[in-house]
């Protein structure tokens, strides 16, 4: 899922569960940001406080992602929820570790991360870490089947477009590298992009596509992002209804019709390949009004002079030193990666263990 999903549909999502804009906004700005903060380190400040980051995402070419390490710390947790099969903790102890990775829409462990995200929502970063809860929520649809570490289990072959939107796969890649297209991108398709989704390119992301792939295992399998979509953000609703309620697991009622129908025609009709331009289209439609909250001006600046970490830091540029405010340490640029830590910790050291996965 890319930002038009990540922003605009969790915000939609929250106003439908009830969340009023100023929660709305932060815990939208939280879900896309996941896919921002690129960038890991300490930031050191002139009064010599320290404060320590870590990233929630590699950018596609980042040598990091053929690091066993780094796939555990960051496409794991953030992206690729193992889903153990499907199983609930405790079940098929033999299963392989590989097999168990394998993310799974709506799965047991993604129940089990959302109920330690609600039992913890009075932290002061508690809205902060419903956000990173909700995008790997949802990226348990769009990634269903792929695994976020570098394996054979990822190779995919005879990749279609069956919904007729005129996509194919050496199109998409010479667009994207360019020039070296014809040298070596024509190799990356199938076991040769053996990280996540990669050799599905974005197909997996675009809220509009009915597609089809061959599985490693030789299985054809048929998607519809649309449906998926939908279910997602109708999930989504659920689980934030229970966060305002603190009842974890407790069956609410997701979106209702006066938000599904404007939500699924956006899904079908904003048909632009990059992420940025159906995003722009659903902000449109929020600030005109088509879903019941009415009209409102939504925006997102994940690195220019409005973004969390310009507000935070006094300036969105890496600097050696920063200057030192106090405001700091309530700001939601350190709330978001505060929750990043805790939503890790908390999925590596105390949920997954349960399944039998040990993820770094």
């Not at 906004?25 to 320590?52: H, M, P, R, S």
């Not at 978001?336 to 890790?344: E, G, S, T, V």
């Amino acid at each position: 899922m890319q930002i038009d999903f990540h922003h605009a549909v969790t915000y939609v999502a929250a106003r439908a569960a009830g969340f009023d804009h100023p929660e709305a906004e932060k815990t939208a700005y939280c879900a896309q940001y996941v896919d921002d903060a690129v960038k890991t380190g300490t930031i050191a400040f002139q009064n010599k406080a320290l404060y320590d980051r870590i990233c929630s995402a590699h950018k596609t070419l980042d040598y990091r992602n053929m690091e066993e390490l780094a796939n555990h710390r960051v496409w794991l947790p953030f992206h690729f929820l193992p889903g153990n099969a499907g199983k609930p903790a405790g079940s098929d102890p033999a299963r392989h570790f590989v097999e168990r990775v394998v993310c799974v829409k709506d799965s047991f462990v993604a129940r089990d991360m959302i109920a330690a995200c609600i039992g913890d929502r009075h932290k002061p970063y508690g809205l902060h870490r419903l956000g990173i809860t909700l995008h790997t929520y949802a990226d348990t649809w769009a990634h269903q089947g792929f695994a976020g570490i570098i394996h054979e289990i990822n190779d995919i072959r005879d990749l279609k477009d069956e919904s007729g939107a005129g996509l194919r796969p050496r199109d998409m890649l010479s667009r994207f590298f360019g020039k070296l297209f014809d040298q070596v991108a024509g190799k990356l398709v199938g076991n040769t992009l053996p990280l996540g989704h990669g050799a599905a390119l974005c197909f997996p992301d675009l809220p509009y596509l009915r597609w089809s792939y061959q599985d490693s295992s030789g299985q054809t399998i048929p998607r519809d992002n649309t449906v998926d979509f939908l279910a997602a953000a109708d999930a989504m609703c659920r689980v934030m209804k229970q966060y305002r309620a603190g009842t974890p697991g407790v069956l609410l009622t997701g979106l209702d019709a006066a938000y599904k129908g404007p939500m699924e025609n956006l899904f079908r009709t904003v048909t632009d390949k990059e992420g940025e331009d159906r995003h722009a289209k659903w902000l449109e439609a929020i600030r005109e009004g088509v879903f019941p909250f009415g009209p409102v001006e939504l925006d997102y600046d994940p690195d220019g002079r409005k973004s969390w970490k310009s507000l935070a830091l006094g300036t969105s540029k890496d600097a050696a030193e920063y200057p030192w405010d106090e405001s700091f340490l309530t700001s939601d640029w350190k709330y978001f990666h505060d929750a990043l830590l805790d939503h890790r910790f908390t999925l590596i050291h105390d949920i997954l263990p349960n399944y039998n996965i040990c993820a770094a």
